[in-house]
Each structure stands twice: as C-alpha cells, then as structure tokens.
C-alpha cells in the first residue's frame, strides 16, 4: 500500500513538472539515457500542437493554421509566432552540397551552447536539442515532420528554379515552445547563388517558458545568428 502511494505521488509529481515545463531542464549534462528518456516520452504522447507539416509552403501561413500568428521580432506574447530569416551563404553546386551535408549532419545546430542529439533526418526520425543555459541544460524533444529533396521551380516575384533539400521538424510533449522549424538549403541556378533559409512557428507551451518568453525570444535571436554562420562556414570549407 505504501508502495502504491509512493508511485502514484511520483506519478503525480512528474506530471505536474511536466505540466509547468520543470521537466525540461537538468542543472547537469544531460546522459544519453537522459536524452532517450525524453524522446520516448514526448513520442509517446506525440505533439504538442495541431499543425504538423503546416509549414511546406510557407511564406505565407494559411489563415487556418497556428491562428493568430505574428511576423516579426517581438518580445511580447502573441498566440503564434512567425520568425523567417534567409541568408546568401556562398556559390555554386560545391557550396550547395557542402550546406546540405551541414544542415544534414545537424552542424547547424551545434553551436557550442547548444547540440543536438538526432540521426540524418528521415520523417519521422526523433530529435533532443540540448541548450546549455548558465545555470542549467534543457531537453527539448522535436520528431522530423517532412524533409524534401530535389529539383525546385518557385513562382512569383522572387521566383527561381535550381536544387534544395528542407526539412522541418515539430515540437513534441515535453518541449518547452509548441510549435515548427524549418530548415532550408537552395541553389538558385539564376545566379548560381546558394541560400539558407530558416522559417520558424512557435509560441511558449508551457507557463515556465511563458514568464521566461523575453530570455527565450533573445536565445531564438541567437541561434539564428549563430547558425548563419556555422552554415555559411561549412559552405565554404
């Protein structure tokens, strides 16, 4: 009986952390069983939001998707919100399939206060970034939600026809923002200009990301530089 009571207190517990987003974090580097543990867990219960895939056409978003959502840098709390920034990282098919191996390889994710613990990305594949923050590490499980390869011919104003590979993976439970990423490398055959896009969705998924949203929106800030650069230094490696 005391043995019941206890499980279900820890049940309980652990719950309740999840719930607030304590669950996330390890004031010690995360171990590989502690990395697989939070996979597992936020496969078993799936995503945390509705729109998987919602963002293969992106920009725009359809209406009826992630209502609500913002573009542009804010710092305040807005239901859903659109950050799409796209740099020139180098020239040619060299360059090109040197950021498709980086972005392939997660290089663009591991940024020296941030790894990644994930195989190639195949759909359905599982993901753990691991943000080192001072104080503390996160755990932040996504799952692939589509990867594209190949030729590509876009229309509009800024249309071009040439080579990409983009692939986008969705947050599951147990991550601390709700939402999609996606990554994009594209050789423009125009120019022969190569391009690294990244288009994000995301708003706090629980209330501990919530109260930190500005430190968060800075860290969101961050990597974007940081993997500017890691993938403009690839391409040209």
């Known amino acids: ?114 790894t990644v613990h994930a195989d190639p990305p195949v759909k359905g594949g599982l993901v753990c970034v691991l943000p080192h923050l001072v104080f503390a590490w996160m755990k932040l499980p996504l799952k692939v939600a589509y990867v594209h390869k190949g030729s590509c011919s876009m229309g509009g104003e800024s249309g071009w026809t040439g080579q990409h590979l983009k692939y986008a993976h969705s947050t599951l439970q147990g991550h601390a923002l709700a939402g999609e990423e996606r990554f994009a490398i594209e050789w423009h055959k125009e120019d022969d200009s190569v391009w690294y896009d990244i288009y994000t ?16 929106r800075l860290l969101q800030k961050q990597f974007q530089r940081d993997s500017f650069k890691a993938v403009t230094a690839a391409a040209a490696d």
């Open 1 to 114: 009986m005391a043995c019941f009571g206890f499980e279900h207190l820890h049940s309980w517990a652990t719950e309740i952390s999840q719930l607030i987003g304590l669950a996330s974090l390890s004031l010690s580097k995360p171990t590989l069983r502690d990395i697989e543990r939070a996979e597992a867990h936020g496969n078993r219960l799936g995503f945390n939001h509705r729109w998987v895939e919602a963002t293969q056409s992106a920009p725009p978003l359809p209406a009826s998707v992630f209502p609500g959502h913002k573009a542009g840098f804010n710092f305040a709390l807005p239901r859903w919100q659109v950050d799409h920034k796209r740099k020139q990282v180098g020239k040619g098919r060299v360059a090109y399939d040197r950021a498709v191996r980086a972005i392939c390889a997660w290089k663009h994710m591991d940024l020296g206060w941030s």
């Open 201 to 216: 969705v995301s708003r706090p998924a629980t209330p501990l990301a919530a109260i930190s949203y500005p430190v968060i």
